[in-house]
């Protein structure tokens, strides 16, 4: 479990590809300061297990699945990554409850300045859209953002400068790919909601009357 807090850029130092999985070598400071071997870390906002680690560095495995879910198979050596340890229950969670199992990713439409806020327009499956609502929380490469705006194709975030240059947003353009996770809760809600649609289970207005909630 995260928050979207990103803690530090790390440098991909090596990416090995093999048919339908890959490892990656990542250089990294403030995450590896107390890590230890079969720790997650978020990496771009990817829930990853560190499988080895010495100074200033970590490995993790990619498996098949997480190839197909995210970005991560775009990375090459030089890549920067947002990079966030586990959420630790004696600190403040000061962004959103983040699994790190990503939904897909999304593409960027447009990035505009606007005073010292930067506009990221990003285009995403109706399946994702579904779970973003305006004001809500959204996970961009690993980053608790607030969404500004959602629309038909896309949704809409503005970042303060503090955040666009302390993570991969900063070097992100137009067509970029991005890994996208919708707020958690929602998704239970939703769930619950729609559970009845094909049988028993579903939470009406009748289900609701009949158990004094209106």
Partial sequence: MFTGIIEEMGTVLAITKNA??????????????????GDSIAVNGVCLTVTSHRADEFTADVMHETLDRSSL??????????????????????????????DGTGRIRRV????????????????????????????????????AKVAGQDFSVSVIPHTAAHTTLSGKKKGAV??????????YVAKLLGAGKNGAGSISQEFLAEHGFC
């Fill in 20 to 37: 339908q999985s890959a490892v990656l070598r990542i250089a990294a400071k403030t995450v590896t300061e107390d890590v230890k071997q």
């Fill in 73 to 102: 198979g775009g990375l090459h050596e030089g890549s920067k990554v947002n990079l966030e340890r586990a959420l630790r229950l004696d600190s403040r969670l000061g962004g959103h409850i983040v699994t790190g199992h990503i």
């Fill in 112 to 147: 505009r300045a606007d005073a010292n806020a930067i506009w990221y327009s990003i285009a995403a499956d109706a399946a994702i859209l579904n779970g973003i609502v305006e004001k809500g929380s959204v996970a961009v490469d690993g980053i608790s953002l607030t969404v």
């Fill in 178 to 187: 991005v890994n996208l996770e919708t707020d958690c809760i929602g998704k």
